[in-house]
């Protein structure tokens, strides 16, 4: 009798380890991207501070558009040697890092 409670003791704790059920969790991350609104501008339109700030730091850089979104902050397009790429500025001619 003492080992057939024994092993109902035993069969039955190892059951209840097996019945223990795992949190499953699943974090969602979203990402949201706001993409400014730039509105192209003519290259004379382009404030003397900016270009002047374009000449002092890139002396090669050639201007190719701009463009102006609505806290007046400008998106240039240069060309520096056989590499196009993007600078941000404000009106006033400091660079934006984005």
Sequence with gaps: MKKLILSVAIVLGSL???????????????????????IEVKLEEVPVAITEALKATYPSAILDKAYINAKKEYKLDVTLGDKKGNLFADETGKWIQK
């Excluded at 059920?21 to 991350?29: A, W």
């Excluded at 979203?30 to 609104?37: G, N, R, W």
């Design 16 to 38: 209840s380890t097996y019945a223990a059920s795992v949190p499953n969790t699943n974090e969602v991350t979203k990402t949201v991207t706001v993409q400014e609104e730039y």
